[in-house]
Each structure stands twice: as structure tokens, then as C-alpha cells.
């Protein structure tokens, strides 16, 4: 499960890479206010929020797992304590950025 796990925290860093990405060249785009206005949201937005939405999916299956992260494999196998808690905090870091980008809308610009 631990193996999983980071595998599935991998492709989140990669989707939220690539959501930072798609709004900062956005946001160099973005000098044209009417072009702005008039194409709104443009696809590199949509696809930043698809991104974002993904990679928000998928912290509540690293939240979702987490007991499982801490109960560990074998012994043998098992990440240490430290690991364990970097997982923790990470899936808190990533909770908490879902939550705001959720209050805030971006999550599904296109709904709106």
C-alpha cells in the first residue's frame, strides 16, 4: 500500500506542477484585457482546473488511506516513522490547497 501510495503522490506533484504551470502562462497572456474578457476562461485555465480537480481527487485517496500508510507492510518493507509522517503532512498541505481552491472556485471555473 505504502508503495501505491507514493506512486499516487507522484502523479499529484505532477498534476499540481502542471496547474502552476498552465496559470503562470496564463497569467503572462493575460495583458489583453479584451481578449481576456472576450475568451473566457481560455483552455490553458480549463485545463489548469482540470488539473487542480485530479490532483484534489485524488488527496482524498491519499486522506482516504492513510490509516493504512501508518499500520505499514512488512517489517522489512515498511517506511520508517519519518516517512510516514512527510506522507501525513503532505496530504495535509494537499487537503488544505483542495479547500481553498474549492471555496474559491477554481476548481470548475467552466460551472460558472
Same mark, same amino acid.
Do not use: E, H
Given at each position: 500500500?505504502?508503495?501505491?501510495?507514493?506512486?499516487?503522490?507522484?502523479?499529484?506533484?505532477?498534476?499540481?506542477?502542471?496547474?502552476?504551470?498552465?496559470?503562470?502562462?496564463?497569467?503572462?497572456?493575460?495583458?489583453?484585457?479584451?481578449?481576456?474578457? *472576450?475568451?473566457?476562461?481560455?483552455?490553458?485555465? /480549463?485545463?489548469? @482546473? &482540470?488539473?487542480?480537480?485530479?490532483?484534489?481527487? +485524488? !488527496?482524498?485517496?491519499?486522506?482516504?488511506?492513510?490509516?493504512?500508510?501508518?499500520?505499514?507492510?512488512?517489517?522489512?518493507?515498511?517506511?520508517?516513522?519519518?516517512?510516514?509522517?512527510? *506522507?501525513?503532512?503532505?496530504?495535509?498541505?494537499? /487537503?488544505?490547497? @483542495? &479547500?481553498?481552491?474549492?471555496?474559491?472556485?477554481? +476548481? !470548475?471555473?467552466?460551472?460558472?
Amino acid at each position: 500500500i505504502q508503495g501505491r501510495a507514493s506512486l499516487i503522490q507522484n502523479i499529484q506533484a505532477v498534476l499540481w506542477l502542471t496547474a502552476f504551470c498552465l496559470v503562470a502562462i496564463w497569467a503572462s497572456k493575460s495583458g489583453d484585457v479584451a481578449n481576456v474578457m *472576450y475568451s473566457w476562461p481560455s483552455v490553458l485555465l /480549463l485545463l489548469a @482546473s &482540470a488539473c487542480a480537480m485530479v490532483s484534489a481527487l +485524488l !488527496t482524498l485517496l491519499t486522506a482516504a488511506i492513510l490509516p493504512n500508510v501508518w499500520r505499514g507492510g512488512r517489517r522489512v518493507d515498511s517506511w520508517t516513522a519519518l516517512r510516514k509522517g512527510a *506522507y501525513a503532512a503532505t496530504v495535509l498541505i494537499y /487537503l488544505a490547497f @483542495s &479547500a481553498l481552491l474549492f471555496i474559491w472556485g477554481a +476548481l !470548475t471555473p467552466w460551472a460558472g
